[in-house]
């Protein structure tokens, strides 16, 4: 028992000493705020907004979920998933395709410049530039394996 408890008081101090650099490593009253978070006096006059940005909520949209549509009005399925290469650049999306009731349903990847988004007015539809039949021949997509991208224009990039 008393190597367990010297063990854990090793590591706790260890741990505490690896954290304290960081947590002086700007001058106090210097630490700038998390990406993303809202500083106390945001909005208040005379603040710094230069950090963040404001999105009107029309001119944004989620895309997971989705029903993607062909340029025929066919329905080709939904988007479950964005992916990203190494750089953190959209380069595609995964398409729920086919099937009935998610009973013979496959996953695709199409190039993220094959689809379209709809004007405000019509933001549930993506339209996608691929016929039924192309997407209906690609390879499923299985994560952890190489990624087959249809509609793709051009050299592959980084790896996905």
Known sequence: MRVTWLTA???????????????YAEGPGEAQP????VAAGAGESGADDT????????????????????????????????LVDQ??????AVIDF????????????VDWSALHFA???Q???ISLDLTRNQVKEAP????????????ALGPAGPDL
């Open 119 to 121: 004007p405000a007015d």
């Open 123 to 125: 933001r549930d539809r």
């Open 140 to 151: 499923e997509y299985k994560p952890g394996k190489p990624v087959v991208v249809l509609g």
């Open 87 to 92: 750089t953190g650049q959209v380069r595609a």
């Open 34 to 37: 998390a990406r993303g978070s």
């Open 9 to 23: 008081a090793i590591l706790a101090a260890s741990f505490g000493a690896l954290s304290a650099p960081a947590l």
């Open 98 to 109: 086919g099937g009935f009731l998610g009973v013979g349903n496959r996953k695709v990847v």
């Open 51 to 82: 950090w963040k940005t404001v999105l009107p909520y029309q001119d944004v949209q989620g895309v997971l979920g989705k029903e993607v549509r062909s340029s025929a009005g066919e329905n080709m399925g939904r988007v479950v998933e964005v």
